[in-house]
């Protein structure tokens, strides 16, 4: 389940999207909650939905409950960095590099 990344961090780490997990800051770009931005508090797999605090909604009887956005209609704002998502993004670059290189040889 991959996001977007916001124009910065595109710029900065040379990569288009990486997949979402939990305490990624986000901002989302569609839908009636649009331009809202927070934490994602849980990546739901089987529903292949993510969710963010203070988006929520109220049931009747005044119990709030998380809504699922799509991660497809968000921007990862702020990524929550440790070493194996350094060596992604590490990979993921190198990749795009030599696809370059080789473009450019043929």
Known sequence: MS??????????????????????????????????????????RLKYVVHIERVSREKSNGQAVPIGIHPSKVVITKLKLDKDRENILERIAKGREEKTKNKEKA
Do not use: C, M, Q, W
């Open 3 to 44: 996001a977007p990344l916001s124009k910065e961090l595109r710029e900065k780490h040379g990569v288009r999207s990486i997949p979402i997990r939990k305490d990624d800051e986000v901002r989302i770009i569609r839908g009636s909650n649009k331009n809202s931005e927070g934490k994602i508090t849980s990546v739901y």
